[in-house]
């Protein structure tokens, strides 16, 4: 299992900050377990999707942002953006 109870890291989806089954309600000790959980969880999802087409899709990104909990998963920000870009909530209007 990778996952952990104090785990500073989560696996959500970029565009909308949700986190979807199987990595729900998850925590993940670091960067490279999370991305590794986001991996799994994209896998196991494109399983599922070929018995079941309507099965969402999500581009899930490891997270140590920590807002996950209290935004219920709709308001993360990704924390380490790419050089250059700046960081901020999913549904903030661009400035």
Do not use: K, N
């Amino acid at each position: 299992m990778l996952a952990t109870d104090a785990g500073e890291y989560t696996v959500v989806c970029a565009r909308t900050g949700v986190q979807p089954v199987p990595v729900v309600g998850h925590r993940f000790p670091d960067r490279e377990t999370a991305e590794r959980a986001a991996r799994a969880a994209e896998e196991y999802r494109a399983a599922r999707r070929r018995d079941d087409h309507r099965l969402r899709r999500h581009d899930l990104i490891a997270t140590d942002d920590g807002t996950c909990d209290s935004l219920d998963h709709r308001g993360v920000t990704q924390s380490r953006s790419p050089a250059g870009a700046e960081s901020r909530r999913w549904d903030e209007p661009r400035r």
